[in-house]
């Protein structure tokens, strides 16, 4: 079936240091690609998405390019700021069942 | 510009107790779900609707009950709370099926059963 996995974290950076998590995904059909984010005590936001192969979703800083070759859709910063600080979901649009499937998210923390 | 509004924020029940976690959203949007949140296991698909009148299934759906009989409205019902549903509950809705679309969420609700 579908699957998103996720690196582990908690991934600790520094400020303005480069940030890569890793996202890679499991699916039949042509799924759509998505990153959410969750800051401290709110429900999860879109971040950015990809709707098919080697689109490049972006927004805040944040990248991502679905990889299809690779089955990968990985989440770049190239300077993170303290205000990075949250949990990074990948998620699945499936085409077949037209729902969402979540990794595990990936806690970053991004010190002074 | 509520979009997604859940209550209530905290809640605490004892075993064999039941509750009505409340969701609306002013987005006519026709979709809404319920998701469960657990440390390491992502968020995971409880119940879904596809618009007013229709439920469904998803990953997770025992030990809960939905109805959906208005656009705005999508009450997550726990008929006998039990420890193992302990968790953060998420209330989301998007326009239309959500493989391509933006789910919004509302800021969740924290359960703890004794």
């Known amino acids: 079936g579908n699957s998103v996995t996720q690196m582990e974290g908690p991934v600790t950076l520094s400020e303005e240091a480069f940030l890569t998590i890793n996202c890679t995904y499991t699916?039949?059909?042509?799924?759509?690609l998505f990153w959410y984010v969750q800051y401290p005590g709110e429900g999860l936001q879109l971040l950015l998405k990809a709707t098919k192969a080697d689109d490049k979703g972006s927004n805040k800083g944040f990248e991502a390019t679905y990889r299809k070759e690779t089955t990968s859709f990985h989440l770049e910063k190239g300077s993170v700021q303290v205000s990075d600080s949250a949990v990074y979901f990948c998620a699945l649009g499936s085409s077949n069942t037209g729902k969402l499937i979540f990794g595990q998210g990936t806690t970053l923390q991004v010190k002074p | 510009n509520a979009g997604v509004t859940q209550t209530p924020k905290f809640q605490v029940l004892k075993t064999g107790q039941s509750m009505t976690l409340q969701c609306a959203q002013d987005m006519n949007h026709e979709y809404m779900s319920w998701y469960r949140q657990d440390p390491g296991m992502g968020l995971r698909l409880i119940h879904y609707s596809v618009g007013a009148g229709i439920t469904d299934q998803g990953e997770v759906p025992n030990g809960y009950n939905v109805s959906r009989s208005t656009t705005e409205d999508f009450p997550l019902r726990l008929l006998s709370a039990a420890p193992s549903q302990t968790s953060v509950y998420f209330c989301a809705s998007s326009e239309g099926v959500t493989n391509t679309g933006e789910l919004f969420f509302g800021e969740g609700s924290r359960l703890t059963v004794l």
């Open positions: 699916a039949t059909g042509y799924p759509s």
